[in-house]
């Protein structure tokens, strides 16, 4: 009896204390807001907004709703986050792997640039490659032309935008290409392990990518003509270009920032991977006759990879979440857009805190999700 | 056993602590604005973060304009003394929050009164220090003398979390152009942005465009546009429920306003005292029990204007003697064609 008392009073006192502490809190907020005249309550989100926001990838206007306007936010967030990951997990892999060469400058190279780009605040970095963009870049009328049809001007990026017929089609085609590419590496699996026969899958995948596609645009009606973007004048001194996608150079500064920043700690990750593996595999790799490409694919990266999908996951993690400081430089992400803007125009504070709050928590949970499942995947197998 | 029942103690004394300081807080609804701040020796004012003629630190860190002015105003009245001051710099997204939590007591920031804030969000606001209205600052070259001539594609700068950003809807909406909102947090961030060229506009009440001009790298080749797209009435703000406070922030601003229809200022204040006229008596507390109204003593009106002086010395002193805007337009006393008018201290 003495003993139970022990091993559960003080769990249950514990958990008593968390539920008073909260309870003491929603008590004592409901009553400075009862005091102050302020109610709780979500039924602003269906509201008009009547605020406009300068890039969204829906269609927004301020005759819409706060909760769409949460959306535009919540999907430019995500849009920052997946571009600025991808880099930087391409930039991270090559800088990981070059401080690993045996070259002297290419060693060094990687390695200044990791001690360089980590150790500054971020926040300096987005505002260093945005002011320093804005500055450096020209007025859209005296901009040359990049490729002949891009242009790089101090107030974006233009890009020509694609006009699309039946994209349908190409779309369909797109995906039995992938289809098709799964089945053939799944039969080649099959016929090296029974027959023990290789075929070259690599070419026949990218063959396929291209030939289903170009199908589509010779006999699916498919066709895709490009809008150029083109200057416009504005008043005397001041030109835009019209047509085509703009994008904005508060994007432009945030991705670059945020990716180089985290290439940085993905680089490490991915060093300590391919040293984590003992030299001895590889040795014993070559022993047996793997030519070199061979060792690095089937030895040395499945074991490394175990070793640097987790702490490459927290960098993916803070990463979105760092993409927050977007506010400072006017990228309308979610912190600007519902919890700048919609939150002063209602004044619910502690409901919009709360559900930005709630979004971030889920967006970490699930790449925390995904990665998880890409790490059960690769890890070892008993077989 | 014996262990567990000392844990048990600890932990009751701990939460009857914690009960304690939440009675002690959910007690303070009535009139302790003023208890507090007796208490504590300084007015908490939250003001901006640096916008001259309103509220702009000097390197030594002193705090002048004529939102400043409204807490001094405030100093003298309840402490007697105009530098009893504690100013904190605010965003205009934090300014809400932070009056409605508690850790300021007044909000002298250049607010603008409307209806959703004063009605929705437990603000009350106490009156109006100075008129203002929404326009537009160009580039000189660009040729542009009027709002009707924006285009579609205009790119405009601006501030986050001020009515600015409705009102610029309410404006581009109204006449069909498509613009492209650049909204930053911080003013400094605003003028960096559109010193660079990223916006062909900028858009603010119209004495922040005239103060902040100055920061531009070549403040003369900017010009505000003459159109105002908006009302704009700035004014200090208190929480709500707490009476007493919201009287005393509304009638300091007032004597100072009223002291000038008077003509008494800080260097007559003292010889008023004998005036003919009542209405002057009243004001430098020689006639009357006003301050009694407030919990405050008699000459509490007295030291806001000897101390701070009254509406037209603070104008001058900060916008029209700084160059930023030298008329006074509609923030002219009644008398003398503005609008500028409060309710007799009487």
């Known amino acids: ?383 | 056993m014996f262990k567990i029942i000392k844990q048990l103690t600890s932990l009751v004394a701990m939460f009857a602590v914690l009960f304690a300081f939440s009675t002690e807080t959910m007690a303070a609804k009535k009139s302790k604005t003023l208890e507090n701040t007796k208490k504590r020796g300084f007015v908490r004012c939250g003001v901006s973060q640096g916008l001259p003629g309103f509220s702009n630190a000097d390197e030594s860190g002193n705090w002048t304009g004529i939102d400043v002015d409204v807490c001094r105003a405030v100093a003298a009245a309840t402490l007697g003394d105009a530098t009893k001051v504690k100013f904190t710099p605010l965003s205009a997204k934090e300014r809400f929050t932070a009056l409605t939590s508690g850790e300021i007591d007044i909000l002298s920031r250049n607010t603008t009164w409307t209806l959703s804030r004063d009605a929705d969000i437990g603000l009350t606001f106490v009156g109006v220090n100075f008129y203002d209205g929404q326009g537009f600052m160009v580039r000189k070259g660009s040729g542009i003398a009027s709002t009707s001539e924006f285009k579609n594609g205009t790119s405009v700068c601006t501030n986050l979390g001020t009515t600015t950003e409705l009102n610029m809807r309410d404006f581009f909406d109204s006449r069909g152009i498509s613009y492209e909102p650049v909204v930053f947090e911080k003013a400094d961030e605003v003028v960096a942005a559109y010193d660079a060229g990223r916006c062909d506009t900028y858009t603010t009440d119209k004495s922040g465009l005239a103060a902040q001009r100055t920061k531009l790298s070549a403040p003369d080749d900017h010009v505000v546009l003459p159109e105002t797209i908006s009302k704009e009435p700035l004014g200090p703000v208190v929480r709500q429920g707490d009476s007493v406070w919201e009287d005393i922030v509304r009638w300091s601003l007032n004597t100072m306003i009223e002291a000038e229809e008077y003509g008494v200022n800080s260097s007559n204040a003292d010889m008023m005292k004998t005036s003919n006229n009542p209405a002057i008596k009243r004001l430098v507390g020689a006639e009357g029990e006003l301050g009694a109204a407030f919990g405050l003593d008699n000459e509490w009106n007295l030291r806001i204007i000897k101390q701070v002086g009254n509406y037209g010395e603070s104008y001058k002193r900060n916008i029209a003697d700084t160059g930023i805007l030298p008329d006074r337009g509609p923030n002219e006393l009644w008398t003398k064609g503005g609008i500028l008018y409060v309710p007799p201290a009487r």
């Open chain 1, 1 to 383: 009896m003495n003993n139970i008392i022990k091993r559960y009073i003080p769990q249950i006192l514990a958990v008593l204390f968390v539920v008073l502490i909260f309870g003491f809190l929603t008590l004592n907020a409901q009553t400075n807001m009862d005091n102050r005249g302020i109610d709780f309550g979500f039924d602003f989100l269906s509201q008009e907004s009547s605020f406009d926001v300068q890039f969204s990838l829906i269609e927004y206007s301020g005759s819409d709703s706060y909760a769409r306007a949460f959306l535009v936010g919540l999907l430019n967030t995500l849009l920052v986050s997946f571009i600025s990951i991808i880099i930087c997990t391409i930039l991270g892999v090559i800088i990981g792997v070059a401080r690993l060469s045996s070259n002297y400058l290419i060693k060094n190279t990687a390695a200044w640039y990791v001690e360089f780009f980590r150790n500054i605040p971020l926040l300096l970095q987005i505002f260093f490659w945005y002011y320093a963009a804005l500055r450096a870049l020209p007025m859209p009328e005296k901009a040359d032309a990049w490729f002949g049809v891009t242009y790089m001007t101090v107030k974006g990026y233009y890009i020509p935008a694609m006009v699309w017929e039946n994209l349908n089609v190409f779309l369909y085609c797109g995906l039995a290409a992938i289809i098709a590419i799964i089945v053939l590496r799944n039969y080649a699996n099959n016929l090296r392990d029974t027959q023990g026969k290789q075929i070259p899958v690599l070419l026949y995948s990218v063959a396929l990518l291209i030939v289903l596609p170009l199908l589509s645009f010779l006999f699916g009606g498919v066709s895709l003509e490009f809008e150029i973007p083109e200057l416009k004048k504005l008043s005397k001194i001041s030109y835009i270009y019209e047509g085509g996608i703009s994008l904005p150079p508060e994007l432009i500064a945030l991705v670059l920032a945020l990716s180089l920043y985290t290439s940085t700690f993905v680089a490490e990750c991915v060093r300590a991977g391919i040293e984590g593996v003992s030299k001895g595999q590889k040795e014993a790799a070559a022993s047996v006759g793997l030519t070199p490409n061979q060792v690095l694919k089937l030895v040395i990266m499945p074991q490394a990879l175990r070793i640097i999908i987790p702490p490459t996951t927290n960098q993916y993690l803070n990463l979105t979440k760092n993409s927050s400081l977007a506010a400072a430089i006017a990228y309308p992400d979610l912190v600007l857009v519902f919890a700048g803007t919609a939150l002063m125009q209602t004044g619910k504070a502690i409901e919009i805190v709360s559900i930005t709050m709630l979004t971030y928590l889920t967006i970490s949970l699930t790449i925390a999700a995904i990665m998880n499942w890409y790490n059960k995947k690769i890890e070892i197998k008993e077989k």
